[in-house]
């Protein structure tokens, strides 16, 4: 009777049903193109870090080496090679520019979202119009009123230039995120008695500060990489990380490995920016995809 | 605390035709709860919106405490507001939600705590006020906005649909609070529902209103047995009241295969108004459900039968005609689908409003009032 009892008390548990074969093939499908895709776009970079660290010799031959002894001697060469001043130039247009973008394109973006001006389509188009003119076209003019207010090769022409250059895609990225705000926290902070410095304090960047993160990332991408403006407008005292790397490509020839050093070191605060700010990159670009 | 005054107020948002909230006049006594109910684009939610201040007047003038604010911005009329979604400061903890907007006004950090601590140890949030609100549960956060706009002691409390984010069970527990809480504090208070029945058990006052204009204003009671037209009186109520339009003849309506007799005020009115057809409306309660071997009453098949437990609602068919009643039983009802059926209905509860204009006949003549300031309507 105790067996019986048991048996029919013991149970087999019952097998869960998950996705069937041919989704999971589809999921390994769609993971091995990602992959392939991932390693495609990062191999270039891949391969200029490897190159960094092979000697010049080894650096360019027909068949891509890829067993070599790894030297830092190429790094030590780009260091001595005055790299310094060019990674401060950089770095203080770079901050400059993006703080002052942040700081017009906030209350721009509010004045086109949350408390939109009469004809807030307009002024948006007009900021986006802005890029859809090819830099080389406007390059001559831009030199000639530089070069009449005697601010060739210094920092702070760059420093406005690239406010100007990042300033629209800012005020749309910042837009976006602003209307991502809910309207009734907004009224709540009103109610409260909250004026509008302290509706943008208190209230709406602390809400968009993943937003205001990626943008200012972006922007600071876009201003570390600009090499046009910096290789026509400067030449000694403003000259940038990009026009650094230009120097490696000479009549002498061209020094792969040099050259190569001197990108990976040119990359490495981009990349550790945006390591730092990967979660709020993340959270800030796919803002207002899912409700 | 104070007097809330809507003088014949009107909004029409720009580029519509129809205006959302059509001369409104609705006076709030201090210290009452007013409910203002109705339908989907009711004009409710606006009526209140434009007393926070978050909407224009388009005409008419708003008075709080005596206090003419229809320019007045929301941030300077004193009186805080619990919004449908909540609307909680998502980066701030539940005390820096609560204590927002005592430091907006320059209270100094020891009295903002002290209040604080005052208004969450009224709703239960003394544990919680370390958290942030996406760590909160639906009832926790509804909570946390009270106490945000309790902690203020403003004049008026607006609610805009509070609970509709609630389970029902929730919904119930934490209407009681906020009845509770309201006459303890003594705060007039302005509560927008859909929910009439969330309407009946909260208002000492109902405002019901459609398509923006004000239909009744009267307590809870006074609005169920004296409804002023047909609209009222089918909106509140649940289940619904039968509404059947039916011709007129020698003061009798024929319901099914049955003639019956209207009360007479009914008749008078319907006749002095040269009305041949009229809306009969009979609360389900004053329909009992009889079998059909009974006899007496109008013949029916049950359509369905809905148990909740003390109370069933049968849906039945009259014998040749197209409508269908409810009738409320008590208990349970285990009729069948399809089972032929007896309707005896009281005479006297019968309700007529006119066909055309839906106004309520008869109810000069039989007005069954008797709860305090007469019903407000237009």
């Not at chain 1, 809400?207 to 990489?225: D, E, K, Q, R």
Request: hydrophobic share 45%; with cysteine.
């Amino acid at each position: 009777m105790a067996t019986v009892a048991a048996t029919a008390t013991r149970r087999r548990p019952r097998r869960r049903r998950g996705p069937g074969l041919r989704a999971r093939l589809s999921s390994v499908a769609w993971a091995t193109l990602a992959w392939f895709a991932g390693i495609v776009f990062f191999f270039p970079v891949l391969w200029m870090v490897i190159t960094s660290f092979k000697p010049e010799a080894a650096a360019y031959t027909s068949n891509p080496k890829f067993d070599f002894s790894p030297t830092l001697s190429e790094y030590k060469q780009v260091f001595s090679a005055g790299m310094g001043p060019f990674l401060a130039n950089s770095a203080i247009a770079t901050v400059l520019s993006v703080l002052l973008v942040l700081a017009l394109a906030t209350p721009a973006a509010y004045a086109l979202s949350l408390r939109p001006v009469g004809k807030w389509r307009d002024a948006l188009f007009f900021f986006i119009s802005t890029k859809m003119l090819p830099v080389v076209a406007a390059i001559v003019p831009i030199y000639l009123a530089v070069r009449e207010v005697d601010m060739l090769d210094s920092i702070p022409t760059l420093i406005i230039l690239y406010t100007a250059m990042n300033l629209p895609i800012a005020v749309w990225m910042m837009r976006s995120f602003f209307l991502e705000v809910p309207g009734e926290i907004l009224e709540a902070a009103r109610m409260d008695g909250a004026d509008l410095r302290h509706e943008l304090t208190e209230v709406v960047l602390p809400v968009v500060a993943p937003g205001l993160a990626a943008t200012a990332l972006i922007c600071a991408i876009f201003a570390w990489n600009e090499f046009f403006f910096a290789v026509n407008l400067t030449s000694i005292r403003a000259a940038t990380m990009p026009v650094f790397l230009v120097g490696f490509v000479s009549s002498e020839g061209l020094f792969w490995a040099k050259l190569a050093a001197a990108a990976t070191i040119a990359s490495v605060p981009v990349l550790i920016a945006g390591w730092v700010a990967q979660r709020q990159l993340v959270r800030g670009l796919s803002m207002g995809a899912i409700k | 605390m104070a007097e809330v005054t809507y003088e014949d107020v009107t909004c029409c948002y720009p580029g519509s035709d129809t205006p959302s909230v059509a001369g409104l006049s609705l006076d709030v006594p201090d210290g009452e709860f007013m409910v203002l109910v109705g339908p989907s684009g009711s004009g409710k939610t606006t009526a209140l919106r434009l007393l926070a201040g978050l909407e224009e007047l388009t005409d008419g003038r708003i008075e709080i405490d005596g206090r003419d604010v229809s320019g007045v911005d929301a941030r300077d009329r004193d009186i805080a507001m619990v919004f449908q979604n909540y609307a909680l400061y998502p980066n701030k903890t539940v005390a820096e939600n609560i204590g927002f907007a005592l430091k907006m006004q320059g209270v100094d950090r020891a009295e903002r705590e002290q209040r604080v601590r005052e208004a969450a140890s009224m709703l239960g949030l003394e544990e919680l006020l370390n958290r942030k609100p996406r760590q909160l549960s639906g009832g926790q956060r509804q909570r946390v906005a009270m106490g945000r706009a309790i902690v203020r002691r403003p004049k008026a409390f607006l609610m805009d649909e509070p609970l509709s984010n609630l389970d029902a069970k929730l919904r119930v527990q934490t209407r009681v609070q906020i009845a509770e809480l309201q006459r303890r504090l003594g705060t007039t208070t302005v509560y927008v529902t859909h929910d009439q029945g969330e309407a009946m058990t909260l208002g000492s006052r109902v405002a019901v209103l459609k398509d923006g204009t004000l239909q009744q204003c009267a307590p809870p009671r006074e609005l169920y047995d004296d409804p002023v037209n047909a609209f009222v009186a089918g909106f509140i109520g649940l289940p619904q009241m039968n509404l059947i339009r039916l011709g007129l003849e020698d003061g009798h309506v024929r319901l099914g295969e049955e003639r019956l007799e209207v009360p007479r005020e009914i008749a008078s009115d319907a006749a002095d108004r040269g009305a041949k057809e009229i809306i009969v409306g009979i609360r389900p309660e004053h329909v009992t459900v009889a079998d059909s071997a009974g006899g007496e009453g109008i013949a029916g098949e049950v359509l369905l039968v809905e148990s909740l437990g003390a109370d069933s609602y049968v849906h039945a068919s009259l014998a040749g005609s197209d409508t269908s009643f409810v009738a409320r039983t008590e208990g349970y009802d285990s009729r069948e689908p399809g089972t032929n059926v007896r309707l005896r209905i009281d005479p006297s509860r019968i309700y007529g409003f006119d066909a055309d204009t839906e106004e309520r006949l008869g109810a000069g003549e039989r007005s069954r009032s008797g709860s305090g300031a007469p019903s407000e309507h237009r």
